[in-house]
């Protein structure tokens, strides 16, 4: 890696995110084919998802340095946790968005208890909104930071656990079964999802990235003048 | 027995204790001093183990059930009585002769009369006393003792006074005080907090 | 090991003897789970399915159960009596344990008037739904202790907890739900087991660093 490219990290991150979401735009309204049934309202899905798999990302990332504030007690990891799940909380929410966007071109209502995926994201939302509840009650210090990794590492199990839940209670709540697109996609589809899932990454690690710098900055100007009260 | 360098903790956004240096060998007496809110509550509950260092570092040679802190709050259930209290203390730190050790300091600091009285009808004086007992009834290595003389009556004072000349010898003592005058035949070290 | 488990019982019977002088959560909870069966009595309209009802049984167990965890750590932390058992020897998950096992004791007490209340105001119990609540009641104590102590830390305590508890609440709801409502309630109850097992070794394993300070 260049030397430019390693002092220039964080706009490199987000000139490529900017590039491959364009891209990505321009590829999902020009050259992916339109699908038979479902027409122009299926070209949400290339958003919908990919911003849903960056939310997931988001979070195990936020767990993963949640268990590093645990076990390493690496420092600066529980400030890059709670980044992460607050980038995981912002692609979370507009998942729930488009998803509800989705299901009102597609079926007509604004919200649908048959998608496995929506209700799934309705849940974690709740939890990880709790997540910041939990921080600003909590006064900074190494309480917080355990409390917070604790929760977020709670978080990531309740994922699967979750979907289980959700997938069981199907059998007896009996909703209205909406007919969803298929999983097969045509190679040009796919090659337009990847893009659309590598531009959300993108900028998802960008504002990441971002966010992580201005709260270090906050902190260490915080400290700065401390030293000189 | 401990050690810290440049010993720092922070509240939040406030600095309570910064660029503690602290030495105290086994057997020291230690008298930490200074006016309340200087950190003095925040270094024992350090040494103590109740609270993590968020700056510099800290050794305490000692296990944690060889270590015997008296805080600002008792530490005893108010609903249950004293004998109750010793008694759930004596088996967590798997006290030798629980009930023997028990009788002997409630006796030894005036509270057998009292002993099957819930805690709660206690008097403030009687609950410093009764948080001595506690925090005496494992034969403690290391006495960590935040303003131990408060509350006390003469009595309880002069009582408190010949326990801890008693114990001079056999172990180590870091104790805050707002007297420390009363201390200083004890004292081998003094610490003081601007 | 054994050791271990003297702690946790000295503690567990610590917690129980202070309910048994104070009676304070436990009759809450009675009264509590009463009223709101009768408050879901009026909220389901008449032509409500039976199975409807099932459901309500465990809003009124969850809440219930949110009632009797939000005093759970109070003491400890307004007289700092956690200060004592931290100090202590013992192990801090031990803390957890009987701190969880004493709670189960109290949702237990109170179950044993709601499921006969349920029975007389709405329908009858199976063995299906009993086997669901006491899964169910080790899930909810089990995250319940860890998150009860996590929001006695902060400042709003009585408000956080509800928030912090129910979205992990939702999975027990769908598993004791399932068992009581659904046809092959064995899949229901194995996964309320699998959310116990799952749940119980994270709480067990976190609950030293969320009392530290």
Partial sequence: MSTWLRNNQVPALAGLAAVLLCSAIALVFFYAPEDADQGLSQKIFYFHVPIALTAYACFGWGAWKALLVLWKRTSGADLESYVAIHQGVIFGALTLITGSIWAKISWGVWWTWSEKQLVLFLVLFLFYSAYFMLRFSVEAGPQRENLCAVYALFGVVLIPVSFLAIRLSQRFIHPTVFTSRGPQMSTAQFATFCVALAAMIALAGALYRVELLSKRLDARLRELRELLA | ?194 | MSAYFHDVAVLARKDLRLELRVRNTVPAMLLFVVAALVVFHFALPSDSSELAAKGMLWVAIVFTALLGLTRAFVAEREQRLIDGLLLAPCDRSAIWLAKTVAMLGFLVLAEIVALPAFALFFSGIDGATVAGVALADLGICAVGTVLAAMAVAGRARELLLPLLFLPLAIPIVVGGVGASVAGESGRYLGFLALYDAVFAIISWASFEYVVTE
């Fill in chain 2, 1 to 194: 027995m401990i050690h810290a360098r440049g010993l720092g903790r922070r509240f939040g956004e406030k600095r309570v204790l910064d660029g503690v240096d602290l030495d105290l060998p086994r057997g020291g007496f230690m008298v930490v001093t200074g006016p309340n809110g200087s950190g003095k509550t925040t270094l024992l509950r350090l040494v103590a183990g109740l609270l993590v260092p968020t700056a510099g570092e800290l050794h305490v040679d000692v296990a944690r059930e060889r270590v015997g802190f008296l805080g600002h709050e008792p530490l005893v259930y108010r609903e249950l009585t004293a004998l109750e209290n010793l008694d759930l203390y004596g088996r967590l730190y798997r006290v030798p002769e629980r009930r023997e050790r028990i009788g002997m300091l409630l006796e030894r600091f005036g509270l057998w009369g009292a002993r099957n009285e819930r805690a709660d009808s206690f008097s403030r004086g009687m609950l410093q006393r009764l948080a001595l007992c506690r925090t005496l009834l494992h034969d403690p290595d290391l006495l960590v003792l935040d303003e131990p003389f408060s509350s006390l009556d003469d009595e309880g004072a002069a009582l408190l006074d010949r326990e801890l000349a008693g114990l001079r010898r056999r172990a180590t003592f870091l104790v805050a005080t707002h007297d420390p005058e009363r201390l200083a035949p004890l004292a081998t070290a003094r610490l003081g907090f601007a």
